[in-house]
């Protein structure tokens, strides 16, 4: 019998899909930047400190940015 898992070990992007994962980060982290700056001007509950704001846009942008390429 075989594992549910089996298969679903990532595979290394081609240079192709780096590239176009490249070009896709940086034309929408400006959108998730301001994104950020604006979940700073909200009220905030949470406690501890918070990461800086262009640590928060990159953690969004290589959230959301993977589902672009699932096929």
Do not use: Q
């Amino acid at each position: 019998m075989t594992s549910v898992t089996e298969g679903l070990t990532p595979r290394p992007l081609s240079r192709a899909k780096e590239r176009d994962y490249r070009v896709i980060f940086y034309c929408s982290f400006p959108l998730f930047l301001a994104v950020a700056l604006v979940m700073r001007l909200l009220p905030w509950d949470g406690a501890g400190r918070r990461p800086g704001v262009l640590s928060e846009a990159r953690s969004m942008a290589n959230t959301i940015i993977p589902f672009a390429f699932m096929h």
